[in-house]
């Protein structure tokens, strides 16, 4: 069995142009592990590869679900899971890449078969008192679950909060009981963290290159459909502070300032995650690095 390639990192850190160079080069193929990459609905918002960019190389997982669709990591799981071994069977590397943490802790230790829970009480509690509020019940009930979540993410602190009242019994308990679906050994990982103020730079020019691209026009045929607005593709980064804009609510450069504020926000919480979570992932942080990583596999295949 090849190893499995993890290539993990925040937003507009260079990944997905690594994780291609390093396919090209080790005959690999890129299996996306981005929570909003899955939606075909946001190409631009949320910077997924364009053929340009795929660069003649297999890209699975990229925008395959439909947007009304409340998408989760145990959907992403079962999904990743079936193409890394398709990927292996033809004698190909994958290469997993993203930034969303939750999507490789579930591939190399596991979910863990969570009873359903009524999400209900939680929800009117959310209406009732606000996200601030339901963080803080999280955090009563299941600090450790709660720790593991980016900023106001009321999918999954709904979550914690409802199988905690449910079960009685926390969602941090129900998932240390887990198996790795690619077990140690058999995959190898690294995570880029440029430099702050360099990753900053690079999300404001990129978010100015969305709008030319026709980011306004794809937010706005989003908004047209009517979706819930809990949704996790209504809540996209970009996405909320441009339907801001069409809802007459700010003006646009206000709506772009904000969606490149929220952006760097993110990804500061991104930084913060994988340097407590992946404290032993090597860390890519520039051109030499990047060099550096290739041609370590490149020794690889010449032994």
């Known amino acids: 069995m090849k190893a499995v390639v993890l290539l993990a990192g925040p937003t507009a850190s260079g990944k997905s142009d690594l994780a ?9 193929e890129v299996i996306n592990a981005d929570a909003l990459q899955v939606y075909r609905d946001l190409r631009v918002i949320s910077a997924r590869p364009t053929q340009d960019d795929m660069d003649g190389i297999a890209h699975h997982l990229f925008g395959h679900i439909d947007g009304g669709h409340r998408y989760s990591a145990g959907q992403w799981l079962k999904e990743s899971s079936a193409v890394i071994l398709d990927i292996l069977a033809r004698g190909k590397l994958p290469i997993v890449v993203g930034g969303t943490g939750l999507y490789f802790k579930a591939l190399i230790e596991g979910l863990a078969e969570v009873p359903p829970a009524d999400t209900g009480p939680a929800n009117l509690y959310l209406n009732r008192h606000g996200i601030a509020a339901l963080r ?11 720790a593991r979540v980016l ?10 909060v409802s199988v905690a009242q449910e079960t ?3 969602l941090s308990v129900w998932q240390s009981a887990t198996n790795p679906i690619i077990p140690r050994g058999y995959w190898t990982a690294s995570v880029l ?6 990753l900053y730079e690079r999300i404001n020019q990129r978010f100015d290159v969305m709008v030319e691209q026709g980011g306004i026009l794809e937010v706005e045929a989003l908004a047209a459909r009517g979706l819930a607005s809990d949704l996790p593709v ?10 801001a804009h069409l809802k ?18 993110f990804a500061k919480r991104q930084m913060t995650w994988f340097r407590g979570q992946a404290a032993d992932w090597p860390v ?6 990047k060099a550096r990583f290739l041609g370590q596999f490149q020794e690889s295949q010449q032994r």
């Open 20 to 28: 291609v160079q390093l396919a090209k080069q080790a005959g690999g």
């Open 168 to 170: 009685a019994k926390p």
């Open 151 to 160: 900023g106001d993410d009321p999918q999954r602190l709904l979550r914690i």
């Open 234 to 243: 209504m809540r996209a980064i970009g996405a909320k502070t441009i339907i």
């Open 248 to 265: 007459g609510e700010c003006a646009l450069d206000v709506g772009i300032e904000l969606a490149k504020r929220d952006t760097r926000r």
């Open 193 to 198: 963290l440029p430099p702050r103020q360099l």
């Open 136 to 146: 803080e019940l999280a955090v009563t009930l299941d600090p450790i679950a709660t």
């Open 284 to 289: 890519i942080a520039n051109k030499a690095d």
